[in-house]
């Protein structure tokens, strides 16, 4: 069932040119309730630098992991480029239990450096998942419209084919450390842009 007219609010602060953030009422297919969402989305043209040696670095974010929508064939794919739909379908596969609404308990470390994201246990003793930067197509943060002041970082990957595609989704503590995850990875994506024309 549908969030019954909640409304999605996030806290906009200033956003750097790398993460662009939109606002936009959507129509639900459902009963024909509205509902309106901030979107962090990230940028994966920019061509801007930070000059900023750290993103050599790794930054890691403790994270909770919501669950994947995977191998979605690659006309589906296609339908997904705005952040909106994106954000749409997540919502819809909630709706039908094919992603859960809460998280599991245990939290993840998320590190996110110039060769993409890893996804570890707390502890780290294992990778979860691994993201390589070049098959990052769409990041993206927004409230989860729970009332808890939580955010859903969706992630859209593909295969080195592309013939496929796969939604990974986290929650984040707030907005801030969901956008803070889109910027640092803005900024990995800068870095690796700014060596390739050097």
Known sequence: MFRKGKKRHSSSSSQSSEVSTKSKSV???LGGLSRS?????????STKSSGNSASDACVEF???Y?????KLHFEMCRTLQEPLDLV???DVAQQ???LPFVPMEEEMILGVSKYGVKVATADQCGALHRHPLYLIVHMLCYDDGLGAGKNILALKTTDSNQEECNIWVYQCNGSEQAQAICKVLSTA???????EKS
Do not use: P
Request: net charge negative.
């Open 88 to 90: 749409n379908y997540i």
């Open 62 to 64: 403790r994270v909770k």
């Open 189 to 195: 994506f800068d870095s690796v842009l700014t060596s």
């Open 96 to 98: 039908d239990g094919k």
């Open 66 to 70: 919501v669950g994947a929508i995977e």
């Open 27 to 29: 129509d639900s297919s």
């Open 37 to 45: 969402s901030t979107v962090a989305s990230l940028d994966t043209d």
